[in-house]
């Protein structure tokens, strides 16, 4: 399931990357203002995961996440609908996005609620889903794009979108447990007054959002270190295509390229399982790791032209942005605590906006006053790198 839903978010997003040009050339002549009708999902996708607690808790995680795919599905038939890219903006915000943002918190906090040994693996081979949308949904689309034009390119990714519901009905549900005020028992008289039921489902509220993770150091270690790398991936899964074709590649090999990270992202996702299960390896270390490397395949890419040179840092960007992502879960988990993971997720998310609104924006913004992305990238590199300096101070004061 968690396979599942992580391919499918990572296709969804893949693919309007690559529909990017298509679209901006059939709706509006500037980059940024395609990218933030984009990045405006991203956005919703970060509110609804907020929410992902409280629907959890109401509705059941299972349920949740089998709506929840539906969504996408549902979302991504009404697109070629649009007429013009307000009218998409408002689909991938108000239907796509919270679908997507209820799926990834709630299969996250499930698969670590499942899993107390070789949980560096279990989410390893979940993450293995981007692979799935790196390799087929990128050349998948450009070919439909090429056959149908982006109308029946959207139709037939919906038509796919729908298929990760099967799995999220045969999965079995683990429900967290959250604590109660101690006066909520005092509230669970038979002759309640409305006051005191409305004040009873709002402490329950408040009590399962989980306010008080806010407060934790190493939530914010976490939570940096997550930033990093979604800013970083959300920049590169909407604009490298476009990078690439400004350098002057065409729009087929182009998508070859991409397809190429996902090589380098399913040798990262377990990369460092075996040494971090095992205890070879501190989580934190392999996390430190990681970042530099993914630094690394951003800033030099400016500097590379050629075809091989350019594969070579996408298999290396694949490599490290997968290990950082499926450690990052992990590290999660080993700093919060499993019955805080559905809280931990939504919050990381909610707070991560501001992260996709900047890169729905500055990397367009960027390319449309220069002319290239190569500022854009530079950025890019530089952000994972800072994003550690929580996790350096925690290890330096023996907090994480």
């Known amino acids: 399931m968690s396979f599942s839903v992580v391919a499918q978010w990572g296709g969804v997003f893949k693919s309007l990357g690559v529909l990017l040009p298509a679209l901006t050339d059939q709706f509006t002549d500037h980059v940024w ?15 609804a995961a907020l929410f992902s607690t409280l629907l959890e808790d109401k509705f059941g995680s299972r349920r949740m996440i089998i709506l929840s795919t539906l969504m996408v599905g549902v979302g991504l038939v009404l697109v070629p609908l649009a007429t013009s890219i307000i009218h998409i903006a408002i689909i991938l915000a108000v239907v796509v996005g919270p679908g997507v943002g209820i799926g990834i918190v709630l299969s996250k906090a499930t698969l670590g609620r499942s899993f ?11 993450h ?6 790196l390799l087929a949904f990128a050349p998948m689309v450009q070919l439909f794009l090429d056959t149908y034009g982006w109308r029946g390119a959207t139709l037939l990714l919906a038509g796919v979108c729908f298929h990760p519901a099967v799995c999220a009905i045969l999965a079995r549900e683990k429900q967290p447990h959250y604590e109660l005020p101690v006066d909520q028992h005092d509230q669970q008289e038979p002759n309640s007054t409305c006051r005191v039921c409305l004040r009873s489902c709002f402490t329950r509220a408040l009590s399962t959002l989980d306010l008080r993770i806010l407060l934790q150091f190493n939530f914010w270690v976490v939570f940096s270190c997550m930033f990093g790398i979604r800013f970083v991936n959300t920049a590169w899964f909407l604009f490298y295509v476009s990078n690439l074709q400004s350098k002057g590649f065409s729009p087929q090999a182009s998508a070859a390229i991409c397809s190429a990270s996902g090589v380098g992202y399913f040798f990262g996702c377990v990369l460092f399982a075996p040494f971090v ?7 934190s270390t392999a996390v430190i790791i990681s970042s530099l490397a993914l630094s690394l395949s951003l800033v030099l890419d400016p500097w590379l032209k050629d075809t ?10 694949g490599l490290s942005s997968s290990s950082l992502f499926t450690l990052s879960d992990v590290l999660t988990k080993e700093l919060l605590g499993r019955d805080r993971l559905t809280s931990a997720f939504s919050w990381i998310g909610f707070l991560g906006m501001l992260a996709n609104v900047l890169v729905g924006f ?15 990238f530079v950025i890019m590199g530089i952000t994972p790198a800072v994003a550690l300096i929580p996790l350096v101070i925690g290890r330096i004061t023996k907090r994480v």
């Open 128 to 133: 293995t889903g981007q692979v799935l949308s």
């Open 116 to 126: 107390s040994k070789r949980y560096s693996l279990a989410s390893g081979i979940s």
């Open 308 to 317: 091989l040179s350019v594969t070579v840092l996408t298999v290396l960007y």
């Open 362 to 376: 500055l990397p367009g913004w960027i390319y449309d006053k220069t002319g290239s992305y190569d500022m854009a």
């Open 33 to 47: 203002l395609t990218g933030i009708a984009v990045s405006v999902m991203v956005v919703s996708v970060d509110i």
């Open 277 to 283: 299960d095992r205890g070879l390896v501190k989580c």
